[in-house]
């Protein structure tokens, strides 16, 4: 209980009055959207992730890193495009997310970026597979200052575990998180807070109370457990769980699977967070994998030109209308509640 006090205090410290003046107007924003109708936008996002690689080791058959199937151009995170974004944005940004497509430890300057992220006040976290939590690299991220990292292990045996995660080795992943445990307790440093995370999936959903005592075994501070989104759904899909609340998906009685949340009208993402791309692309949500809704090109313009554009307004504006008149939000079950 102690690590997650620990983790909100590390949180709660990031806080800085501008950085406060910019969530309460992005949330009156919001909320006088809702009960207007009008799509009203206060402020900077205090939310943002951010690219560092599409490139994976892995072909998890649910991602198109995995499935190397992206339409988008693929690549680094440049550094000096980093600082420069960075700088823009630092004051109001609240809480940084290194991660969209791809393995961030690929990124050969991922580290250094977090460093620099960090020492601007900001709120880090990253979501890797763990293959690349060496020795010198479990040093060097405890360094960084990152605040929270998520390790996704998907099984607790390799059979399980490669069954989602293809390519993967189980063992490496979980090597690399004693690597993590390890430095943190020699460098006596309470970052990052490390998380299991664990997709349920049919195939693992019998290893649920397994990965929680492997967690404790290893010194993990958390686990938790996601729901996997899939693409072909309608018919159902061998990944769907059994196990009906860790499924996104709920089978009628035709036989066809609907998503089972209601999918409201607005969206909070829209209004807190957003995902620029490896080279500069601003994207709404992380739902938009092969970046096909373009709001903007940081490379021609600065962040809150865009923020407040008429693209960004039209998309909100649409959205108002109705999600099924875009195409990532049918799929969507993450911004259907504020704070989901």
Known sequence: MSLYWHDSLNFI???RPRRILNIIKVMSSFYLTRWTGKAIQWGLPFTIS???????????????????????????????????????LHRELMYLIFYFQGEPYINPKFLDMVKYASDQGIYTITSTNGHFLNDANAKKTIESGLDRMIISVDGTTQEVYESYRKAGKLKNVLEGARN????????????????FQFLVVKPNEHQIPDIYRLAEEIGVDEVKLKTAQVYD?????????TIEKYAR?????????????ELLNHCWKL??????TWDGLVVPCCFDKDAIHR??????????EIWQSDEYYNFRKTLL?????IDICTNCTEGCKVWA
Request: aromatic residues 8%; contains cysteine.
């Open 13 to 15: 410290s990031k806080l």
């Open 50 to 88: 951010m690219e560092p690689t599409t490139a994976c080791n892995l072909r998890c058959p649910e991602c198109p890193s995995g499935l190397r199937s992206f339409s988008r151009p693929t690549g680094n995170l440049k550094e000096d495009f980093f600082r420069k974004t960075i700088d823009e």
């Open 180 to 195: 993590i445990v390890r430095w943190k307790k020699k460098m006596k440093s309470k970052t990052p807070h490390i998380i």
């Open 233 to 241: 759904y309608e018919n159902g899909n061998p990944l769907i769980p």
């Open 249 to 261: 998906y709920k089978k009628q009685d035709d036989g066809k699977y609907l998503i089972k949340n």
């Open 271 to 276: 209004w807190h967070s957003c995902v620029i």
């Open 295 to 304: 709001l903007g090109d940081l490379k021609d313009t600065t962040f809150q």
């Open 321 to 325: 209308k109705g999600r099924d008149q």
